[in-house]
């Protein structure tokens, strides 16, 4: 019985720790969230409980028996595993790539996962601590301060001269927007300029006043603005 309530005990802890992870991730809109830590956390626990097992269980045989332990190895196996439920977590768009967190989560909730079925519950519980600290605190109080390049491609179609589309990359450079390239296109049939300016920005710049401005522009048609690759 007291076997059987220190093994529950260690599920318990394992899921509340990957749970308390899992909640941050869930309150930031990941689809790897509260109810995914809790499964990969607990199973994780799980796995360790059951190599201890097994080398106890087994590691008394006797001496005619040839029986060869290593009780690293099922956890080892468990680590290695994560990259698979890692990478479809991770999202890789034009620019840049989303997702890298949550998947490092899951490998963190892994480990700690394995560190409570060890029995390593102080460790667990302070890797859990530091690392919600930096989860919660980082995004809220650091995250704004830090300025990232940014690279799209702005399109502009309108009914107009074609000299019209150098106010625009005036507009663009009002707002420090480096631009890189400029291609033109002109629609006979239906008389339409179209303009392509790839820009590198940061991601603070401000897109909405941009296109509000452009859109007092006489005779403009469409605009769209949408990410690039990375050079």
């Not at 179209?194 to 005779?219: C, F, H, M, S, Y």
């Amino acid at each position: 019985m007291a076997e059987l309530l220190e093994i529950l005990g260690k599920l318990l802890l394992a899921a509340l720790l990957g749970g308390a992870i899992g909640y941050e991730r869930e309150r930031h809109g990941q689809a790897a969230g509260f109810r995914t830590n809790i499964i990969v956390a607990t199973a994780a626990c799980l796995l360790m409980l059951l190599s201890l097992y097994l080398t106890r269980r087994y590691g008394q045989a006797s001496s005619g028996i040839a029986i060869r332990l290593d009780p690293s190895r099922i956890p080892s196996y468990t680590v290695a595993g994560m990259g698979f439920l890692g990478a479809g977590a991770i999202i890789k768009g034009k620019g840049k790539v989303k997702g890298l967190t949550t998947a490092a989560g899951l490998w963190l909730v892994n480990a700690i996962g394995l560190a409570v079925g060890m029995g390593a519950y102080a460790a667990a519980i302070v890797t859990t601590s530091i690392s919600l600290v930096f989860l919660y605190v980082f995004r809220r109080l650091f995250r704004p301060s830090f300025v990232h390049d940014v690279y799209t491609v702005l399109t502009v179609s309108c009914r107009c001269p074609s000299e019209r589309l150098d106010e625009i990359t005036e507009i663009l450079k009002r707002y420090n927007a480096e631009i890189q390239a400029v291609n033109f296109y002109y629609d006979l049939r239906r008389g339409i300029h179209t303009v392509k300016i790839r820009l590198r920005t940061t991601d603070d710049i401000p897109q909405a006043r941009i296109i509000d401005e452009i859109l007092l522009l006489e005779n403009i048609e469409t605009i769209s603005w949408e990410e690039a690759p990375v050079p």
